[in-house]
């Protein structure tokens, strides 16, 4: 998957990533394999032009995936063994293990890659990637995080089309309680193993001293990915809210919010590991040198990710 289908090369294990990740969708996979123009050397606006380029594609793959959830995801797949296959190539991949984010003081912390087998899976994909570069190819560490950054907006993405629905007495249109779509374990495992293990793999490749720029242009992509994810889980807990005609608002002791986070603290906890991922997530990447003001403030995302992105920046200078 990391060349065209019809390639003769050898079949890599990041090929085996792509496929079991984005589970045998064949055009979210030609989008994210794609290998896209490139540069011996690139100048700052060449750059500036490549990373917009990942940020649509990143766009697109996480579209395509979406759809590809709501369309074939339960006639294709949903069986327990490939969800454990899944995780466990995720796992393997650095997902797993605490994401704390580092401190100020040490912004290359070990904490950022979990546990040591988790940073030591991540060193070795970065360095087999970097030991195989060759001008004119896109380093082969980069399919992979692509396809990690449409598996986790995808599903969010998912989530939101499908539970922002048009009300109608306050209900999702022709749902009730019991109806409500509901959310398998495993997904939501796979989505916090998979926004982890690519921040982890962007974030790293910008510490090492044989870093790749090709990687280093996707740090927005995992920002974008995380909150489409959150955005998701926060469409769930709402729909769930209103299946059931609780008042969010009442969750919240103080008055000064809606209540949404506190009614997923109480009554939807299974999201919040989720949840913590996509902050920590995006932690790293603006922690990561340059990023803050290349990637947070001149950027122009749209408001609600801005100021999500702005407040995570506020709490780690608190």
């Not at 979406?66 to 995720?90: F, N, P, V, Y």
């Not at 082969?140 to 998912?158: D, N, Q």
């Not at 089309?161 to 048009?166: C, G, L, R, T, V």
């Not at 910008?206 to 909150?227: F, G, M, N, T, V």
Request: hydrophobic share 40%.
């Amino acid at each position: 998957a990391t060349s065209t289908p019809n390639s003769k090369k050898k079949f890599l294990t990041e090929d085996l990533f792509i496929q079991s990740i984005l589970m045998g969708d064949g055009n979210t996979v030609s989008q994210v394999i794609a290998n896209p123009d490139t540069e011996t050397q690139l100048s700052m606006a060449r750059f500036k032009s490549h990373q917009d380029d990942e940020i649509s594609r990143n766009d697109k793959a996480v579209a395509s995936f979406a759809k590809w959830i709501q369309s074939s995801s339960t006639t294709a797949s949903g069986r327990l063994s490939d969800d454990i296959l899944r995780m466990s190539l995720l796992e393997s991949l650095g997902g797993g293990g605490s994401c704390s984010p580092a401190s100020s003081q040490s912004k290359t912390s070990s904490l950022h890659f979990g546990q040591i087998r988790h940073s030591s899976a991540l060193r070795k994909r970065l360095e087999l990637s970097a030991a195989t570069a060759s001008p004119g190819r896109q380093p082969i560490a980069a399919p992979v995080i692509r396809a990690l950054c449409a598996f986790a907006g995808g599903v969010g993405e998912s989530m939101s089309e499908i539970y922002q629905q048009e009300l109608k007495d306050g209900k999702p249109a022709g749902k009730s309680s019991a109806e409500l779509w509901k959310l398998p374990p495993g997904s939501l495992a796979a989505a916090e193993l998979s926004i982890v293990s690519a921040a982890r793999l962007v974030v790293m490749n910008s510490a090492i001293d044989k870093r790749h720029e090709r990687i280093c242009l996707l740090l927005p992509c995992i920002l974008q990915s995380a909150y489409k994810l959150r955005c998701g889980l926060s469409a769930y807990a709402k729909a769930n809210a209103i299946a059931y005609d609780v008042k969010m608002a009442s969750f919240d002791k103080t008055g000064r919010t809606d209540g949404l986070m506190q009614f997923i603290e109480q009554k939807c906890s299974d999201l919040c590991p989720v949840l913590s991922a996509c902050n920590n997530s995006a932690r790293m990447v603006i922690q990561t040198d340059r990023a803050l003001e290349e990637v947070v403030l001149r950027r122009k995302w749209k408001a609600d990710m801005q100021q999500w992105l702005l407040g995570l920046n506020c709490e780690e200078e608190s």
